[in-house]
């Protein structure tokens, strides 16, 4: 089992397998550190932080803009700055470990989305922010992406009966 502490990847007996750049929050990606061996080890450890946050905010009792919305967009911008300079490598330098490496991660970010979209309790947390008390005072953006949120839940088919 691996564990992420302070952007450094430890295996379970705490021995230090490298600072992985690509699980670093802070400034630009530094292109030149990011090696193939990172790639897939950086993607797992967001989905799985991912996950287990998605399992909290479908937990939570109360379903508001902050603790829904703004919990959902920062795990989206977290995946994005992990990704995103791996599909940046992959279209400007693409060696064979990079493509393998690209490669082994499109089907786990491909499900992970697929069960974003498939995700009954999201769903309705989603659902419950827009009938939220609060939503009077909602801006017209914040609304907006309310209806496209549920809109997009729609079209992944989450009201076809379960047979369908």
């Known amino acids: 089992m691996l564990w992420l502490v302070n952007s450094q990847i430890l295996d379970r007996g705490d021995k230090l397998m490298s600072v992985n750049p690509l699980l670093q929050a802070h400034g630009l990606p530094r292109f030149s550190r990011i ?15 991912s996950k287990e946050q998605l399992k909290a905010i479908c937990e939570q009792p109360d379903n508001n803009w902050e603790s829904v919305i703004e919990r959902l967009d920062e795990m989206s911008e977290k995946l994005g700055l992990t990704w995103s300079p791996v599909r940046h490598l992959n279209s400007v330098m693409n060696t064979e470990a990079l493509h393998q490496a690209y490669n ?11 069960e974003l979209g498939q995700n009954r309790a999201l769903y309705n947390a989603v ?16 609304n907006k992406v309310l209806e496209n949120m549920i809109r997009d839940f729609r079209l992944s ?8």
Do not use: R
Request: net charge negative; charged share 20%; with cysteine.
């Open 127 to 142: 659902v419950n922010v827009q009938q939220h008390p609060d939503s009077v005072q909602y801006s017209q953006a914040q």
């Open 104 to 114: 082994a991660c499109l089907p786990k970010i491909s499900e992970y989305h697929t």
């Open 35 to 49: 090696l193939p061996e990172h790639v897939e080890l950086a993607i797992d450890t967001v989905l799985d932080g």
């Open 157 to 164: 088919g989450i009201d076809l009966p379960a047979d369908e």
